[in-house]
């Protein structure tokens, strides 16, 4: 194999040209005091040696990279890459790179994550914690001590004067399942998340208080806490909940992922959605449009969240570490479709 070719440097340049590497860095950066027959004569030739300035040995002579790093839990469908393009839209507009690493749901790989970050001296960290991270925080606490914004987006730790923006999980669910019970709904199964991510916790107590406020019951067999956000744990758990409860006549899942695989055990037992069991779940996933029946889904204002990810960390930049503004909130959006639409005639409340 080809050995890789070695990247021109500044001195490289200087002396191919017989100039001092001030001189020429001073060229390259359109300096007053070199003339413009210099400067031609420097950008043809780093131009005919492939020239490229390292950003990162010029970010730390300025003090600043004008980079900003985000670590995701896994860009696997439509939430988190919404998230990114709503960060790079209002960073490029800041003049702000975007560095992402993935942590794969993994502690030890956010851990490298942040790392990795740290020495490309990003000027600000925008986060969702992984699966595992549970209440490990020692590596935010690093990113604080050296100064470095931190902004959780999404999925936040419990850590006191954290600055976040996330989404009202526990509305967004309390208005699913209060709709499901207004289409007549009375024994509403939940397919949980892990519980000690934010996100799944606040679905799990919005679910339960819809059903409070409604004078229904909340039996531990109705709910099945999903051993991983996949489409095989889906099936698993939508079988369990039949094997249990078999008058089951809806469903409100934490996520979209696993309600595919739910809807799949569905579909081969032959109970007929909405008709029999009328289902909604979490994220506006582009798929979800796309069954038939089309679902009902809880928006979780992905690319909003990205951008006001971007905006606190800008403040935080601005108004230096003392300045701790309150997590941001923001409202879900509740999208019915057919999925929610039971066919079953309203029955009281509590019957």
Known sequence: MAAKKQQTSLRDLA??????TSTVSRALA??????EVTKQRVRQAAQELSYRPNQLAAALRRGHSKTVGVIVPHING???????NGIEKVATREGFSVMMCQSNEDLRREQQNIDTLLAAQVEGILLSVSATTFGEVAHFEQVRRQGVPLVFFDRAPALPQATAVVLDD??????????LIEQGCRRIMHLAGPQHLNTSRN????????????GLPCADSFVYSLPALTHA?????????????ST????????????????EVLREQQRRVPQDIAFAC???EPFTAMLQPQLTVVDQRAEQMGETAVRLFLQLLKRGPDYLPPPLVLKPELIIRGSSLHQAPARPVGA
């Open 282 to 284: 979490f994220s506006n």
């Open 170 to 179: 526990f509305q967004g669910a309390f208005q699913a399942v209060s709709h």
């Open 15 to 20: 002396r191919h040209l017989s100039l001092s």
């Open 30 to 35: 359109d300096h007053r005091d070199i003339s």
């Open 233 to 245: 744990a889906g099936r698993q758990g939508m079988l369990h909940l039949l094997g249990t409860e």
């Open 203 to 214: 679905r799990f107590l919005g679910y339960q208080a819809a059903l409070a406020a409604h």
């Open 248 to 263: 089951l006549d809806a469903v409100f899942a934490a996520y979209a992922i696993p309600s595919v695989g739910a809807l």
């Open 78 to 84: 439509y939430f988190f890459p919404a998230v990114m």
